[in-house]
């Protein structure tokens, strides 16, 4: 439970306290704020603030006066032509602030996408709670055999076993020492920011973020997409009902466009055209690489 | 006059509806949304969406579950501190949302800071108004002779009569002959991508413009100061007042710790302590270029 | 002609010069080094430095000690694969500085890319020359009717004369005034800062700019597109031919897999398997909208 | 000693191989490429690439066509001209690109600066290597007493070398884990991007960095300032000492500006003045905060 009582009711008196707003209001997103969605574990995802919703982006695009919004339909139109065809800056126009708890091996992959800000609980100043992440049972998985940077099957049995055994033993013995070397009676105690070395990448952080929709997008589709590790996968998932929610043209757009599309190349637009016309084409004779040959075969589906 | 009747109609149907949130609510800022503060002859800012407030800053700087205000003071200590420290990220979880009419040599200087998000209306698409920025006579300086790229007295009598009657007769040349290229009775009309080309810098355009009260803060500091344009300075100072209404302990820490502040070299900072110790520093016992000797007796009121 | 004889034999000076250096150097760019390639009928592009070549991509995705090269079949296995898979960080591990004089319309478009850095010509400091493009009379196009944003086929005969005597005639006017304003005998003379917005956007100007790879190939990608003003499209497509030479495999990949790829949203793909089994599908039983059907037959070449 | 002799072996091949370029070259800078500067137990800076030169800060700030130097020294005026004026786009003309090894704790910061170009050895793909961080006895500091994120006096005696124990042993004993989920005779092995989650934050990790001398210095102002971490601080410092030999006016300036130089609020250049002028002004009558009044007296030395 990632929570303790004194938080949930920290969250549930924001929860509780309305006040009218001028500004756009976002139904779906307004039933999230605050409270803590479960991810892994320990770890969670709280919408903190948003700003805009579907027709802030068609304003935006639009440069009005007023809401911008000419009939539902137009509006989504228009969100899907831009999405089709790149036009970025008008998704750049919604906001979402969130409050994570994560895992600093998973922190570690999040931090690589700068178009964000942050701000970080501070192990320098403060005392991190024993809180580690260990994988459930289905998720202690083998090096993958095909896929270089990936997992595979799960283990089985006793290699299993040990693992999760492993993993909890380190974790609790590098806190006890933590804990000891920051302080014990009668002694000075290690300065938090060395002491913190000795924790292993499970151990729970955690953090604001805040983003624009434009580039939580981008996050979304490098980070719900299956060459992710499934620790940071089972976040981005988690964020992307919440976007569903928030805007959902923007969202089925990007869906459509992105998490589902495919990218294919000058040479395989080339090959697809030849096969359209009834020619049987070969990798030989389609101009692509081996490689590339399979991942074409695997778009389109033979 | 900047707005038609039927904008200015857009603009309070926005005003006049209100909805209830859960998110946090700056009463100063909801009092400002969506109206037109005029600046220059016929531009504006609006505000058309925020998110955060001083508390905001405190609740990320905090990494809180809760809405992390302290106490008020406790608070504005807070902010002081990290404005003084330049730990600029918990500034960075306040964002602001604009729509801004502005001549195109304002909007070339805006443009420079790449740390926002912006939607500009198109020329390409749509068809510029006819409206151009001619400086009250006031405004109609001379080349500076102290600051080559600032100016100095305004001209007087008969050639800023002149200077006048240039800049508006040419505006409203270049502005028929736009559209007689764009189209007439019979003809095919120039694309308006190329008729643009013949419109002069003082003619406005309008954006959506969109940056975190960091970055806002940056471009405040620039654009507010003696240095800049007047004519962009303008528009930072009535964006100064907004901010100011909006977040009032930030705004206060940014106006003590850059706006009136000084940065003073190590060398400065030798000169000054001798001087303080009663010792009679001069330019040649100081270290300083004759340059910096100047602007550090300015600083220290000599 | 856009270069001064004087501007020259200063290129031609730092071209005869060289010094040995331990970095890794790229002879195809080594060959374009300071040489102004013309575009417009004023403007051009010159490389004033760059940094790193294809196996500086392959060693930093390998993060090596050394070069970090295997075997070039490898590197360009790699470089296409990265470009495949949107790992987009080795490619910014290369950097290009430019000098450009361009038209001012068309620095309004570039300057909407905001991962470069930027030093122009400032003219409250300095008076800009007298050079405006003057589009080629087969460039005067009318306004397209299909594309909104876009232009058609050319004027002809009297109307494109009409079109460029007006712009020929109002840049001359507005030049003399701007320098009329600027100072005459026994006058003050404007600020420059205010004179130059007198100055219609077919005036020239220039700015060193420097951006790394991977932002050069977005920029390339949405500026030599069919969807990019003319204007623009020429000085992208210049920069194609330099980056070919500088990153030959990089370039191949980028041809591939971004200037001449597709992107099928998920709905296409569904749709193509079911064509590719055989099936007669229409935009009826596709799911795709009219406008997506149409953008969808164009891609399959029916 | 960080690197293997196979390693040095590649860098000395590197070292050994110049060519012929028209690019500007920093003599200061060439005699450091690749080179490893070691920093901490087991980490290095190398320099791998640079672009620019002192020279080069004034080229772009002059939109210059050939060199665009002047003089020396009037290239060194203008460079502390624009530092003082916090011009800081011809900064952004300069790149530097180095390959770091460190640890964990301090990638985590480091990671922080966003305007950087960044690829990292990839521990779901390879196996890190058994290399941790044990600070030096000396620097095996307790907690700080008055600075809530700092550390104090180095840990005495027993104390220490208790620390020192538990650090060590934890490595060890965690690395031994690790390698033991990754694989044993007979046994799958678990995902290395699963395994990596049980090695501590002061294990080595290594990555290629590559940043603008504007951002640069902006990490180093931050990061060789007194309030970081000594572990970043040595990486900083290092940095310090390889920019000083590459853009020697550029570096002074940032060293007067910057580094050594102090930022006074407007309620201190107050008192400042109003002390200059003789009268003693104390906490009551300055309108400081004790805590601003207490860093004000550190500035000026009282
Ligand atoms: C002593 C010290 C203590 C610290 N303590 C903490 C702490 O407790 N918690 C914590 O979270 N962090 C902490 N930090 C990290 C700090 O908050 C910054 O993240 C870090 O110093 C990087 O600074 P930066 O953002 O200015 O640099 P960069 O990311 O390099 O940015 C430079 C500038 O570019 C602009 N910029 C770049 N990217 C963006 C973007 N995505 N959006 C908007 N603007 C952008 C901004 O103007 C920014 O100032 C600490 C840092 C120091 C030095
Ligand atoms: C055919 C065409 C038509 C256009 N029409 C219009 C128009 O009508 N109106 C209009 O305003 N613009 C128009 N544009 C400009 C367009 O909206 C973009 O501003 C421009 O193409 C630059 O693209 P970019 O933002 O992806 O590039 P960059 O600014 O180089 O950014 C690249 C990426 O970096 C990230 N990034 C960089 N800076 C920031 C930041 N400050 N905040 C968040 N993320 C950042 C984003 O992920 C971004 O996608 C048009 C462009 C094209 C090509
Ligand atoms: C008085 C005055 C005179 C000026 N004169 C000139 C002139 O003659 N010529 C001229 O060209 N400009 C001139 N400028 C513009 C100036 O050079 C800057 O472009 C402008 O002030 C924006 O500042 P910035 O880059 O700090 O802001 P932002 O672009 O908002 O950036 C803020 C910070 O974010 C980081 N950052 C953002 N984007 C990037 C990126 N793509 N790469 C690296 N870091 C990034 C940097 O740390 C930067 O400092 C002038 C400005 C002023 C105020
Ligand atoms: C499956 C997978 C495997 C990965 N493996 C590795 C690995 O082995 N090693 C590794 O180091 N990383 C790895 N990464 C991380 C990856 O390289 C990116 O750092 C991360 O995905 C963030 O992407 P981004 O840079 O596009 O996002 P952001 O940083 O959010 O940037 C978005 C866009 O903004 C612009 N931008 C933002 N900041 C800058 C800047 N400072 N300079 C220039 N442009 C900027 C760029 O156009 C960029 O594309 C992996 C990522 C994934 C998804």
Chains 1, 2, 3, 4 share one sequence.
């Not at 707003?21 to 409270?35: A, D, Q």
């Not at 006890?176 to 105690?189: F, L, R, W």
């Not at 434009?214 to 988690?238: G, K, P, S």
């Amino acid at each position: 439970m990632p929570l303790s009582s004194e938080q949930l009711a920290e969250i549930d008196a924001q929860r509780a306290h309305t006040a009218p707003t001028r500004r756009v209001v976002s139904p779906g997103m307004e039933s999230h704020l605050y409270r803590a969605h479960p991810v892994l574990d320990h770890g969670f995802v709280r919408v903190i603030d948003y700003m805009g919703d579907d027709a802030a982006i068609c304003q935006a695009a639009r440069v009005s006066y007023g809401t911008g919004t000419k009939s539902v339909q137009n509006d989504e139109g228009l969100i899907r032509y831009l999405m089709r065809h790149w036009h970025s800056t008008p998704f750049e126009m919604c906001e979402l602030k969130l409050h994570v708890k994560l895992p600093v091996f998973v922190a570690r992959q999040w931090i690589r996408h700068r178009t964000a800000n942050v701000n970080e609980y501070s192990a320098r100043y403060s005392i991190l709670d024993r809180e580690f992440y260990i994988p459930a049972p289905e998720h202690v998985a083998a090096q993958s055999a095909v896929n270089n940077q990936g997992r595979g099957e799960a283990l089985q049995g006793e290699e299993a076993a040990r693992v999760l055994e492993i993993l909890k033993a380190d974790s609790a013995r590098c806190y006890d020492n933590y804990e000891a070397m920051i302080g014990q009676e009668g002694q000075q105690g290690l300065a938090r920011e060395l002491a913190r070395m000795n924790l292993p990448a499970n151990i729970y952080t955690q953090w604001y973020w805040k983003v624009d929709l434009h580039n939580l997008f981008h996050f979304l589709r490098l980070r719900a997409d299956a060459h992710a590790q499934y620790e940071i996968r089972v976040y981005a998932e988690t964020m992307c009902r919440l976007v569903a929610d928030w805007v959902p043209f923007a969202y089925k757009a990007f869906e459509d466009y992105r998490l589902g599309a495919v990218n294919l190349s000058a040479q395989m637009v080339d090959s697809l055209r030849r096969m359209l016309a009834g020619e049987a084409v070969t990798q030989e004779t389609s101009g692509l690489s081996a490689r590339e040959w399979r991942e074409f075969q695997d778009v389109i589906g033979r």
